[in-house]
């Protein structure tokens, strides 16, 4: 029996996707939810994206560089691991359109963003139009990806802005009240997010995580549903152990193939294998390290290290045993974001989003993800959610100081506390 040790699952970016020039997304025309009005700049959406074939390839090299530093980051935190590198850069790519200045420097060092701004935001608009040629093939499938923004009512953002969310991302602008009714401008959000990823999110944004600050949230969503290019038999799944790290084991559901085809290589400490969908665009790769080898292995999986890995995939014949699986994963980002260096952002009064607006002074208040998988014998169906917050710097109460009468004044040095010069003016 093939002791099945763990399973990595590596959601990223397809490579050498050609351009679109036939379709386009549609433009909602009466978008959900229902009451709330939409607006979108009436620049069209670019359908042939306008970068070269390196340029994509270095995008495409950059975001799985994200992507992996992503997951060593939370792999130091907690034991399942599931997210979508992809709803995250494209969020996180629409609220860099509007920074400026360091903020701008942190955001695309910390996101790896290298190439220049017109050439990032085309070239991840050619993967979302090469998305939807794949998804609308001839090998059902479901494959959905939305953006939107949700607006103060009262606000307002700048026109280039708007055009850019159009052309690159064909994403509009939701108008709700944050100032007065937050909670159910929250709860608005969360309804749309469920309605595009089939309910299986159904509170991206926390409680609390939406205030009378709130001036504009900025969201994707993906949902995924594929069935295997060869399904599991469910009557041979059965009960089998599965061996944890610590050296413990459990019984899970375990699935059970014989001769699969499909690409597979075997490494030094470790086995790599392509499991197709039946859409060829679409595959989940395996990777096994050996038994005592996993903690090694995951420290030392680069860009360079993944792509050694695929290059050495040979189709084979595969007897396969995979556990039936599923994992509902939260993550707030900002801690993640901070750490890689992005700071400016989040600061109120220093954040440069002046690309968004220039009547706000705005800044991040909040990054939220969650991403949801089921594994079984039939296929696999995912589902992720990337929110981000802005929030305006609040106006502090109104008071009044007339210094009309004798007062005393210190000059402080405030990171010693020591008083450099103390006085008072009876008489100016």
């Known amino acids: 029996m093939m002791r099945v040790f763990y399973v990595v699952l590596l959601l990223g970016?397809?490579?050498?996707?050609?351009?679109?020039?036939?379709?386009?997304?549609p433009v909602q025309q009466q978008p959900e939810p229902a009451g709330y009005q939409y607006s979108q700049s009436s620049v069209a959406r670019q359908l042939v994206p306008e970068l070269t074939a390196a340029e994509f390839d270095q995008l495409i090299q950059d975001n799985t560089e994200f992507a992996l530093a992503l997951y060593q980051w939370q792999a130091e935190r907690r034991d399942n691991v599931?997210?979508?590198?992809?709803?995250?850069?494209?969020?996180?790519?629409?609220?860099?359109?509007?920074?400026?200045?360091?903020?701008?420097?942190?955001?695309a060092s910390a996101l790896r963003f290298r190439l220049p701004d017109s050439k990032l935001h085309s070239g991840l608009n050619k993967v979302l139009l090469h998305f939807d040629d794949v998804s609308a093939g001839e090998h059902p499938m479901s494959l959905q990806l939305n953006q939107a923004s949700w607006l103060e009512q009262t606000t307002t953002l700048l026109p280039t802005y708007l055009d850019q969310l159009a052309l690159y991302y064909g994403a509009g602008v939701y108008q709700t009240d944050f100032i007065q009714q937050p909670e159910q401008a929250r709860q608005?959000?969360?309804q749309w997010?469920?309605?595009?990823?089939?309910?299986?999110?159904?509170?991206?944004?926390?409680?609390?995580?939406?205030?009378?600050?709130?001036?504009?949230a900025l969201l994707n969503t993906i949902y995924f549903q594929a069935n295997w290019a060869q399904p599991f038999a469910p009557e041979s799944t059965e009960a089998a152990s599965f061996y944890?790290?610590?050296?413990?084991?459990?019984?899970?559901?375990?699935?059970?193939?014989?001769?699969?085809?499909?690409?597979?290589?075997?490494g030094a400490g470790y086995q790599a294998m392509r499991l197709p969908y039946a859409n060829p665009n679409f595959s989940?790769?395996?990777?096994?390290?050996?038994?005592?080898?996993?903690?090694?292995?995951?420290?030392?999986?680069?860009?360079?290290?993944?792509?050694?890995?695929?290059a050495e995939?040979?189709?084979?014949?595969?007897?396969?045993?995979?556990?039936?699986?599923?994992?509902?994963?939260?993550l707030n980002l900002t801690s993640a974001l901070q750490d890689f260096g992005m700071q400016e952002a989040f600061q109120a009064d220093v954040a440069d989003f002046s690309g968004i607006s220039d009547s706000m002074s705005l800044f991040i208040g909040g990054v939220v993800h969650q991403a949801?998988?089921?594994?079984?014998?039939?296929?696999?169906?995912?589902?992720a959610a990337t929110g981000i917050t802005f929030e305006v710097t609040s106006m502090p109460p109104l008071a009044e100081l007339a210094l009309n009468r004798p007062f005393i004044y210190l000059i402080e040095e405030h990171e010693t506390g020591a008083i450099v010069f103390m006085g008072r003016v009876l008489a100016p």
């Not at 970016?13 to 997304?25: H, K």
């Not at 509170?203 to 001036?215: N, Q």
């Open 284 to 310: 989940m790769l395996l990777l096994l390290p050996a038994e005592g080898n996993f903690n090694a292995f995951e420290q030392q999986l680069t860009t360079a290290r993944l792509d050694a890995i695929r």
């Open 188 to 190: 608005a959000i969360n």
């Open 313 to 330: 995939l040979s189709e084979h014949l595969v007897d396969l045993e995979m556990p039936k699986f599923e994992l509902n994963q939260q």
């Open 13 to 25: 970016f397809v490579a050498g996707c050609g351009d679109s020039d036939t379709t386009t997304p």
């Open 193 to 216: 997010v469920a309605e595009q990823t089939q309910d299986k999110i159904n509170e991206l944004l926390p409680e609390g995580s939406v205030s009378p600050d709130t001036r504009l």
């Open 82 to 107: 599931f997210f979508s590198p992809l709803s995250i850069s494209l969020t996180m790519a629409m609220s860099f359109a509007g920074a400026r200045q360091q903020t701008a420097t942190e955001m």
């Open 244 to 266: 944890q790290l610590s050296g413990s084991s459990e019984q899970v559901p375990m699935m059970r193939q014989t001769a699969i085809r499909a690409g597979y290589s075997e």
């Open 372 to 383: 949801v998988i089921a594994v079984d014998e039939f296929g696999t169906e995912a589902a």
